[in-house]
């Protein structure tokens, strides 16, 4: 028997599925819709295929291709608190109706953040609806912690609103010559918003000191007007979003330069910026609305960190390399995507070097149990070694060691002393 199916019906339903899961804050409903989208779509394509209508299948599959969307949804408490908010979705790099869909190449990405932690955000154990604890809020707007998709974000909750980071000396210069910045924000389908990043303190600091635009932000390019700008690769041509997804935002300032990067890629390349950056402040854009309905503006996981040597001189003059750029899933040694900088560079310095063998060792801070933290330690630590080994390193070269939370280097009660401790050290044999 023959199953007559029309494309034009099956697709203006996904499309009203899609819509009506936008209109939700839970991403986790938007996850379901597009999961049984997709298996309504297969289901139809393979009817189709069945009742033998070949000259459309190659139709059939275009229209309905599986997304390839990994959840990340775990509700586990994580003693490691800049790796407490994974994304509900991790859809970053997708999503858009007229672009090709971007398949992330996190073995090219170069971005090493500065070992130093300055400022670190992850929003634990921030209350829901008060404003942010640990920023203040620069001129008018309206900011408040949340949750979305089980994690903890900032809410930028109207159009304009800045904030700037709680420093102990805020009106004097607080970046060093050689700094990075980082964080994650957030796209919402059928939405318009970007996100300024300021390079001065708009409430303790001058602008006359910064004589230049903000860099803006947005889900496909990122910017200073009339300096220097790019777009995500394969996007030049804006497409509408589709999708909501995060992006990790990584910036890094040596002296002159400075680069950006969205998610895998270096969209901004400024040799000399021209300027010395002294504070940060970040801001939701008004420009345009902000999104036609002003909703869904979030942000979270803000460090700022003081840029290091490159990591061979590290490692000659100390004998080992101090990262906390390697990060990993919650409770889990899976490492993220975002830590494929600092494990790309060890890679490329053990095959520029092979004399040098390293022992790679995992520390945790205090929070939860002792036993649990030496267990999760070794096993990030092997982690980091499998990975590096499925790169092209001999094994021989490399071993893993976990101390857990018995060499801490900075304060467990602090956000930025639980940050540190939670790292990666390699040690040289």
Known sequence: MKYPVSFSVVFALMMFLFQE???QVKVDVKGKVNNEADNRANNATDRVIDAGFDKIEDGVKGIFKKKDIKKNNNKESESDADESNPSPENETGTGRSSVPQASL???KYDFVPGEKIIFEDAQEGEQNGEFPSRWDL???GSAENASFGEQNVIYFKEASTCIVPFLKE???DNLPDLFTIEFD???EPEEYCQYLVDFWDHKNQSESKIDIDALIINANHAGIHGTGEGYYPGEEEKGEITNGFWRHIAISFNTRALKVYLDDSRV?????LGINPEGLTICCDAMNTVG???KNRFIKNIRIAEGAVKLYDKLMSDGKIVTNGIRFDVNKATIKPESMGVINSIYQL????????LSVEGHTDSDGDNASNQVLSEKRAQAVVTEITKMGISESRLSSKGWGETKPVGLNNTAEGKAANRRVELVKN
């Open 105 to 107: 190449k996190w073995n």
């Open 21 to 23: 899961a936008d209109s």
């Open 138 to 140: 620069a001129g008018g």
């Open 185 to 187: 924000c957030w796209f």
């Open 170 to 172: 805020p009106a004097k």
């Open 350 to 357: 053990l095959k520029d070097h092979a004399e040098l063998n």
């Open 292 to 294: 036609t309905e002003g």
């Open 268 to 272: 901004v390349n400024i040799p000399n």
